[in-house]
């Protein structure tokens, strides 16, 4: 079994900042990649930032560039997302979710809510 137990999602005002956590279990660590998603009402789902097990290579939404920061802690099996200057429009529910091969988002965790007030 492959489990994701996320937290750190709240509500906080606009400009400040919160920290998202993903503990994986099972071989999770093992696979490719950690991401995190989003979906706000009436929105689709969208990738938020991947950050890959081996070398750590990172991929951002255009959105959350220079304000959302992607890392791990292999020792810990933990994907973190530390979100800066956050918005209204960041208000969503966000997810972490585990690729054990390329593109192949297999494992998601129970959604976390993130609220941001203007």
């Known amino acids: 079994q492959v489990q994701l137990v996320e937290s750190g999602g709240g509500l906080v005002q606009a400009g400040g900042s919160l920290r998202l956590s993903c503990a994986a279990s099972?071989?999770?660590?093992?696979?490719?990649?950690m991401g995190w998603f989003r979906q706000a009402p009436g929105k689709d789902r969208e990738v938020v930032a991947v950050?890959?097990?081996?070398?750590?290579?990172?991929h951002y939404a255009d959105s959350v560039k220079d304000r959302f920061t992607i890392s791990k802690d292999n020792a810990k099996s933990t994907v973190y997302l530390q979100m800066n200057s956050l918005k209204p429009e960041d208000t969503a529910v966000y997810y972490c979710?585990?690729?054990?091969?390329?593109?192949?988002?297999?494992?998601w965790g129970q959604g976390t809510q993130v609220t941001v007030s203007s």
């Open positions: 950050i890959t097990w081996n070398i750590g290579r990172t």
């Open positions: 979710a585990s690729a054990p091969v390329l593109n192949n988002w297999d494992y």
């Open positions: 099972g071989r999770s660590f093992s696979g490719y990649a």
